[in-house]
């Protein structure tokens, strides 16, 4: 079945500082990929997203790129900020069923847990 | 154009009584999912719904769960004979249907922070 693994947290980091949080997947097909941000007591709101091969998803200055031939996903921020601690969640979504057109459940990893510190 | 709704945002409930947790999709949302998030955990799908169908549930326990999502009015998870176990944090999300965007796309509600005493 599909699967998503998160590197292991939680993250500590000073403000400016180089953010790289790893996300591999194991999954059939061609699945879309994405990462969402939860930020305390809230709700999850995506973050980015990439549906093929190679493809970069891009938001508030975090970036990550769809590499099958690693199976990863890994999210980077060049410069972190206080306001970036939350938990982050790398998730992804089968090909669309052909049927319906919409992808069924979402696959998630287990989530890392940021603080940025001023 | 609201977000998902979720009511109420926190329930507290004792052994042996009833949940039930409401979501109300995006306007021209036809997908609904529901999720469950232990603590220190990520999320756990447990069913997807469309009008009236539940297309998949793998995810649900067998017992004392289930959903729904009506013609009229919003989708339902219903926790029956709840278990301190059932103590969550339980989300929904929702997707358009075919050809009203894009539908690998799931938009989540604040959620609903159960408690079982």
């Known amino acids: 079945g599909n699967s998503v693994t998160q590197m292991e947290g939680p993250v500590t980091l000073s403000e400016e500082a180089f953010l790289t949080i790893n996300c591999t997947y194991t999954?059939?097909?061609?699945?879309?990929l994405f990462w969402y941000v939860q930020y305390p007591g809230e709700g999850l709101q995506l973050l980015l997203k990439?549906?093929?091969?190679?493809d970069k998803g891009s938001n508030k200055g975090f970036e990550a790129t769809y590499r099958k031939e690693t199976t990863s996903f890994h999210l980077e921020k060049g410069s972190v900020q206080v306001s970036d601690s939350a938990v982050y969640f790398c998730?992804?979504?089968?090909?669309?069923?052909?049927?319906?057109?919409?992808?069924?459940?979402?696959?998630f990893g287990k989530g890392i847990t940021l603080s940025v510190r001023p | 154009n609201a977000g998902v709704m979720q009511n109420p945002r926190h329930l507290v409930r004792r052994r042996g009584q009833e949940a039930r947790l409401r979501c109300s999709p995006m306007?021209?949302?036809?997908?609904v999912y529901w999720y469950r998030q232990l603590p220190e955990e990520g999320l756990k799908f447990m069913v997807y719904?469309?009008?009236?169908?539940?297309?998949?549930e793998s995810g649900m326990p067998k017992e004392r769960f289930s959903a729904e999502f009506p013609k009229e009015g919003p989708s339902i998870l219903r926790i029956q004979q709840v278990v301190r176990g059932d103590s969550a944090a339980y989300f929904c999300?929702?997707?358009?249907?075919?050809?009203?965007?894009?539908?690998?796309?799931?938009?989540f509600g604040p959620g609903t922070r159960l408690t079982v005493l």
């Open positions: 999300a929702s997707s358009p249907p075919v050809g009203g965007g894009s539908t690998d796309t799931q938009y």
């Open positions: 999954a059939t097909g061609y699945p879309s």
């Open positions: 990439a549906t093929k091969a190679d």
């Open positions: 998730a992804l979504s089968p090909h669309p069923n052909s049927h319906t057109g919409a992808n069924s459940k979402l696959t």
């Open positions: 306007k021209g949302h036809s997908h």
């Open positions: 719904l469309q009008k009236e169908n539940i297309i998949d």
